[in-house]
């Protein structure tokens, strides 16, 4: 009787201290419970609440979002350092434990944060990978050069990385392009562009926008050899500096190709002003003078008959269906004869080409 009296005591005390630690724990779980979930559904109201430190990489964009930039290899407690400064969560502490439980790590990238805002809703727009996307208009007839000073003043990348993936030679032999550049081979158009975006992947998706564009254009170009697409892109470059009316690109194609076939120079200035802005790197002329035409160059086609080297810019749709399907005619010259509508006068002789106009001749572009 005393034994089983004795055991019953035993089994109460050991129901008296489970009870005890439980209560315990809901004494310690409970606040700590409360004190999270205030934490967590903290609200950041309006910009005012925000303090960006310098050199933290948070923003106050005009429109009241905020910009938060999650650096590449940075780790969700440097993030939750660098929003705690800025008054966008109340504790990193809170931040890091949640980000433990949810096991989920921030993603490298520029986010457009609405407000108002919790570390919930902050915590999910960064995990998402959503980044903000970056418009770019890169227009026909641009050089290299100047592609790079545009995509580098967006800050995708800076134009020293975008030019030096521009000439890399692995990344050319994989399009199998035979020139020293990408340069006539990237698509002029509008992309989207994540921010600190790889330069080499820019160039990827230009480079395969235009041979999809090209593709497009022409479907036979796969069948094509790469020395006869690149012959024709280098056309189709100049046709761009040239024409400013549509329906002459394949006008103008058809007098280079009829050039081409005689042996005869295509004396095209736009090929004069690439060596002029882009070999010399000055200025870009109101004109181009008679001097100008005997610059001792393998792009100056006044000089050197045949093609020039490579591309002088990046032709658009216009310039590559002309230089992929030339209009067949008989004529040999051309001029500008109306400014203002950018009309040519198309001539079969020198005697009529000269009797067309003025000698000066106007850059495209200006």
């Known amino acids: 009787m005393a034994k089983r009296t004795g055991k019953k005591i035993n ?68 993030v939750g350092l660098r929003l705690e400064r800025a008054g966008l969560i109340g504790s990193r502490y809170v931040w890091n434990l949640f980000c433990r439980v949810k096991n989920e790590h921030v993603k490298t990238g520029t986010y457009r944060l609405e407000l108002p805002a919790t570390i919930l809703s902050i915590h999910s727009l960064l995990v998402s990978g959503k980044e903000i996307l970056h418009k770019v208009t890169i227009p026909e007839g641009v050089t290299l050069s100047k592609t790079a000073v545009i995509i580098g003043e967006t800050g995708i990348c800076t134009a020293e990385e975008f030019l030096a993936a521009a000439r890399n030679r692995e990344l050319l032999n994989y399009y199998s392009i035979p020139n020293e550049t990408f340069e006539g081979f990237l698509f002029p158009d509008t992309y989207f562009f994540p921010g600190s975006y790889p330069a080499e992947r820019i160039v990827r998706a230009m480079a395969d926008n235009f041979f999809t564009q090209l593709e497009n254009i022409y479907p036979d170009s796969s069948r094509m050899s790469m020395e006869e697409i690149n012959n024709r892109v280098i056309l189709a470059s100049v046709v761009e500096r040239e024409y400013r009316v549509a329906e002459e690109a394949p006008v103008m194609a058809g007098v280079f190709n009829n050039r081409l076939r005689i042996n005869m120079a295509l004396q095209s200035c736009a090929t004069v002003v690439y060596v002029i802005t882009e070999i010399q790197k000055k200025p870009h002329p109101s004109i181009v003078l008679l001097t100008d035409l005997e610059i001792r160059n393998p792009y100056n086609t006044y000089i050197y008959p045949g093609l020039p080297p490579g591309p002088i810019s990046s ?47 106007i850059p495209k572009g200006l």
């Open 11 to 78: 089994i109460l005390k050991l129901i008296f201290k489970i009870l005890s630690v439980i209560t315990a724990l809901i004494i310690i779980l409970i606040p700590l419970a409360i004190f999270s979930v205030m934490f967590l559904n903290t609200t950041v109201r309006t910009p005012a609440q925000v303090f960006p430190a310098e050199g933290d990489a948070i923003q106050i964009a005009d429109d009241g979002s905020i910009l938060i930039d999650v650096r590449r290899g940075e780790t969700s407690q440097s």
């Open 315 to 361: 032709p658009g749709f216009v310039a590559l269906n002309a230089a992929m399907n030339p209009q067949t005619t008989q004529y040999l010259y051309f001029r500008l004869v109306d400014p203002s509508s950018g009309r040519h006068y198309f001539s079969r002789t020198h005697d009529e080409h000269i009797r067309a106009g003025s000698n000066q001749f």
